[in-house]
């Protein structure tokens, strides 16, 4: 199938979507103020630009998610490599790391509201500490995946250990660290929008969302969840596509 | 600059938790400096082996390895190895940034690397697939630049463990003429293993013939047939018939 034509089809499906929501919003299913026209709802949209709520809740959010992220991607990959490359790092922290990662980062919201109060800040650990295992797990499990051959080759030609580290396991785990941390990012995205509704901050688009609530203000939910969906898409496409296609799938480590 | 190497009653025993195994027993043979030598037998005979003690990634049970008259350490790495599998070169840098890596660990300055890098790749024919991936390269090329890598920082010995094997019989013909030329320039100290007792005859000044499991020397035939030899003369068939006795194919 050609690109232009896989690109149409994908188009259709949200067409389809936006038709059955019209046509439940038409049978009535719901009172027209709970269940808001798509009309409606692009009308909101427009004007929750236009009059900058938008753009300034989006802003909160994503310092919060940049702050947070940048904590958990910085550590997760430190930890990650050292536990792959060091053996007693790895069995002191392997236990810890496999108990630790399935736990739901937003498990820990209400202690760190008693720990840390209510604001950014608990926002911002929450996200890192429940991002960082992913990026640990998959930077670890990326140095383990680094073909031996490479290291052999690199002690022939007189490397040392601290060349290895830098030179050769870094860019050998990139694909499996690249794919931390994207995981990682969608999973602090999906965190900090919750994270917005249970820890009163007084901005961003989880709050947004919360906020809207008692209001019935359902076009301004409805037109928030798309915000967060475009938002996410475009980290995924404009910063870790971009990123793949510049390091792993231009050296053949990854197809495109 | 190209250096000798002794292998003085080296002996090498694996010792998994199951089994022990001996690998190589009480092989000595020496290396003279700028010679070219062979190292032939069959499958699972200890080449590898070898080849990965006088690399210094192994370390031999009883024995020395000398290279220069200078015990192997950690420190001191003064070998360019070149392995069979294809994947050894690093996919994340260019052709010509892989002939570089040895020269950086030398910390030798960026525009003398990067000269000494293509000069290198141009020994080898590649002159013009410096900016090129590893992926975009076909196994031969590849093979090639593992060639240019393995010596662009003048080691004073070349290990070869049977870098063409995995390529096509046309291909391999090809890459042993060049190694013939590449030798012939820089006139380095190599080891090359292989079980092709053609490819043996056609590269080597000698040939270290090993016995099958556990390795030892089996016998030493020297070849002085002018080069670049001709596999199809009578001196060529000859030495192979001879070196085929001695592996004890020989009908
Ligand atoms: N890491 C290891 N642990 C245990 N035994 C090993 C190990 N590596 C090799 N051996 C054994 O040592 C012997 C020699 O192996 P080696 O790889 O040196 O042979 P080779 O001559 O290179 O064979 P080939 O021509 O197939 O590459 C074999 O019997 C092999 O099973
Ligand atoms: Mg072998």
Redesign the interface.
């Known amino acids: 199938m050609s690109r232009l034509s896989g690109i149409l089809l994908g188009c259709v499906a949200f067409v389809v979507l936006a038709l059955a929501w019209q046509a439940a919003y038409w049978a009535g299913v719901f009172p027209p103020r709970l269940f808001p026209s798509l009309a409606t709802v692009a009308d909101t949209l427009g004007r929750l630009t236009i009059n900058g709520t938008m753009l300034v809740s989006a802003a909160a959010t994503l310092f919060r998610l940049l702050f947070g992220f940048l904590l958990a991607g910085v550590v997760g990959v430190v930890v990650g490599l050292l536990m792959g490359r060091v053996q007693w790092i790895e069995d002191a922290l392997l236990p810890i790391v496999s108990f630790m990662y399935p736990i739901p980062g937003i498990a820990y919201a209400p202690l760190f509201v008693l720990w840390f109060g209510l604001g950014d800040l608990p926002a911002i650990l929450l996200v890192a500490v429940a991002t960082s295992f992913t990026v640990i797990i998959n930077t670890w499990k990326g140095v383990k995946a680094v073909?031996p051959?490479?290291i052999?080759?690199?002690?022939?030609?007189?490397?040392?250990e601290r060349?290895i580290f830098a030179?050769?396991i870094l860019?050998?785990a990139?694909p499996y660290v690249l794919t931390g941390l994207r995981l990682g990012l969608a999973s602090a995205w999906r965190i900090l929008v919750a994270v917005e509704m249970l820890m009163s901050v007084t901005q961003g688009l989880g709050w947004l969302i919360f906020g809207s609530q008692q209001f019935l203000n359902t076009d301004v939910m409805l037109a928030t969840i798309a915000v967060i969906g475009i938002v996410g898409m475009l980290l995924e496409r404009q910063v870790f596509l971009r990123l793949e296609q510049a390091?792993i799938v231009?050296?053949?480590?990854m197809s495109a | 600059m190209a250096k000798r190497i002794d292998l003085r009653h080296v002996t090498l025993r694996y010792v998994t938790d199951t089994r022990e195994v001996l690998a190589v027993d009480d092989v000595s043979f020496t290396v003279a400096e700028s010679e070219f030598l062979c190292l032939l037998g069959p499958s699972g005979c200890g080449k590898t082996t070898i080849m990965n003690m006088i690399?210094g990634?192994l370390s031999p049970t009883h024995g020395d390895v000398l290279i220069g008259g200078a015990r192997l350490d950690g420190t001191k790495?003064d070998?360019?190895?070149v392995?069979q599998?294809f994947?050894?070169l690093?996919?994340?840098r260019t052709a010509r940034r892989n002939v570089e890596?040895?020269l950086?660990?030398?910390n030798v300055p960026k525009a003398q690397r990067k000269d000494t890098a293509l000069e290198f790749l141009r020994l080898v024919g590649l002159a013009d697939f410096a900016d090129v991936?590893?992926?975009?390269l076909s196994g031969g090329m590849q093979q090639r630049v593992a060639i240019a890598?393995?010596i662009a920082?003048s080691p004073g010995v070349l290990l070869m463990d049977e870098p063409f094997a995995a390529l096509d019989a046309m291909t391999r013909d090809e890459m042993q003429r060049l190694v013939n030329d590449v030798w012939q320039e820089t006139k380095k100290t190599v080891v090359y293993v292989t079980h092709n007792v053609a490819e043996a005859v056609y590269l080597g000044d000698r040939v270290v013939v090993l016995d099958a499991h556990p390795g030892r020397v089996k016998a030493e035939i020297p070849l002085d047939l002018p080069r670049p030899r001709d596999p199809l003369s009578a001196t060529f068939v000859e030495a192979q018939r001879t070196i085929l006795g001695h592996l004890g194919m020989q009908h």
């Open positions: 073909n051959i490479w052999r080759s690199a002690h022939a030609m007189g490397a040392s060349s030179k050769v860019p050998g990139l390091t231009r050296w053949g480590m | 690399a990634f790495h070998r360019g190895v392995f599998d994947a050894q690093f996919p994340w890596f040895g950086e660990m030398r991936y590893p992926h975009q890598r393995a920082y």
